[in-house]
C-alpha cells in the first residue's frame, strides 16, 4: 500500500508542478504541451499504481476476482483511448 501511495503522491506532485508551469507561461500554446504531457503520464500512474495493487491482491483473492479486476483495468483504458 505503500508503494501505491507513493505513486500517486508522485502524480498530485507532478500535476499541481505542470499547473504552476502552466501560470508561470501564461500561453495557451505552451499550456497544451503541458496538458498533452500530463495525458501521457496518467495511463503510466494508473497502471503503475494497479499493478502494485494487483500484485498485492494476487495471494489474497481468488483467480476469478482477479481477472475480473484485470478486466476493469483493461475496459476503463479502453474508454480512455
Do not use: D, Q, Y
Request: net charge positive; charged share 5%; glycine share 12%.
Amino acid at each position: 500500500m505503500l508503494t501505491m501511495t507513493l505513486i500517486r503522491l508522485l502524480s498530485g506532485s507532478i500535476e499541481i508542478t505542470a499547473a504552476l508551469l502552466m501560470l508561470k507561461f501564461g500561453n495557451v500554446a505552451t499550456a497544451v504541451r503541458i496538458n498533452a504531457l500530463l495525458g501521457l503520464t496518467g495511463p503510466i500512474i494508473f497502471l503503475s499504481a494497479s499493478a502494485v495493487g494487483l500484485l498485492g491482491l494476487a495471494g489474497k483473492i481468488s483467480f476469478g476476482r482477479l481477472v475480473l479486476v484485470l478486466s476493469g483495468v483493461f475496459l476503463v483504458l479502453l474508454g480512455v483511448w
